[in-house]
């Protein structure tokens, strides 16, 4: 009878045991687990290469199903405040199975940028700022006749990515290279009065030259009186101040040459001289116009009241 009650006794006693560790251990568990899944996704997915294959071929719907895919897990990282990081990486895929997936290009930039956060922000970080250039960037050179898609590019680049990035000279990169596609957008058909920004991102960032380019470009262009006069304007200021940009440039070429050639002798001696051109230096054609092979003071004057040179 007393080895039929231990028989029975122990495994009662072992079940007892583990209940009580899973009670104990199970609150803290249960929490770490929250935490983990509210912190951290596991991309199922195969990478780039190997999903290509996968498909058997059907490349563009299967393109669709992870585009859906995208969207649904976007949603639903949004109602759950979570941070979504791993929409770069469906897009690494998508674009492998169809590069030229014209819906993937409009809202990519929106659905990395846009982030829910656990504190109720809604802005990612500079990783998925760099990850919408890129994603934007390729849309370009899969539709490089696209206005709309260079001028979504642009506006992408100078004006919302530069709230990301800390370094103030790579911001200053960022909007010139953002002012040059929304340029470029111009010329492929966009509204002028939609590119018109482009120009003073260039003022800013000391691409004079490159502004008075654009809005020249967008006057020859418009068909509207009112939008022409605008350009107008805004061009003859511009106009001004790359003529005294150009004035102190060759001025300046004109104290290097001074320097260069005869610095024993004051400034004032040498402007009464000729100018001192390097023979081999300046031989053919193509050098004849140039500012160091000038031969007297008179075409340097002519130079300079020629006003600006704009590319």
């Not at 929250?34 to 071929?57: C, N, Q, W």
């Not at 022409?228 to 790359?242: F, G, Q, Y």
């Not at 001696?269 to 300046?282: M, R």
Request: charged share 25%; aromatic share 10%.
């Amino acid at each position: 009878m007393q080895a039929r009650l231990q028989s029975t006794l122990l495994p009662l006693l072992f079940v007892a045991a583990c209940m009580g560790g899973i009670a104990a251990t199970q609150t803290t568990l249960a929490q770490q687990v929250t935490r983990v899944k509210l912190r951290d996704d596991v991309y199922a997915l195969p990478p780039p290469e190997a999903i290509v294959p996968m498909s058997l071929g059907f490349r563009h719907a299967g393109a669709d199903v992870l585009w859906v895919k995208l969207l649904l897990e976007y949603g639903s990282h949004w109602s759950k405040r979570m941070y979504f990081r791993e929409g770069a990486l469906f897009g690494e895929d998508i674009l492998a199975l169809d590069p030229k997936h014209y819906t993937f290009y409009k809202y990519i930039d929106t659905i990395l940028i846009y982030q829910p956060t656990d504190t109720h922000s809604s802005t990612g970080d500079v990783e998925d700022c760099r990850a919408a250039r890129r994603f934007l960037e390729r849309g370009t050179q899969e539709f490089p006749y696209d206005g709309e898609m260079w001028l979504r590019y642009g506006q992408f680049v100078a004006f919302m990515a530069p709230g990301f990035i800390k370094d103030p000279r790579e911001v200053e990169r960022w909007r010139v290279d953002g002012a040059k596609a929304i340029g470029r957008a111009m010329e492929l058909g966009v509204a002028t009065d939609r590119t018109m920004a482009a120009a003073s991102v260039l003022n800013r960032a000391g691409e004079t030259r490159a502004a008075v380019a654009h809005l020249e470009r967008a006057y020859s262009i418009t068909e509207d009186p009112a939008e022409r006069e605008k350009i107008r304007v805004r061009l003859e200021a511009l106009h001004e101040s790359v003529a005294v940009e150009e004035a102190g440039r060759v001025l300046k070429r004109v104290d290097t040459s001074w320097r260069r050639s005869m610095p024993f002798a004051s400034r004032g001696t040498y402007l009464l001289l000729s100018p001192n051109p390097a023979v081999a230096a300046c031989a053919g054609r193509d050098r004849a116009a140039d500012l160091d092979c000038l031969k007297s003071w008179s075409e340097v004057v002519d130079l300079l009241q020629a006003g600006p040179r704009v590319p």
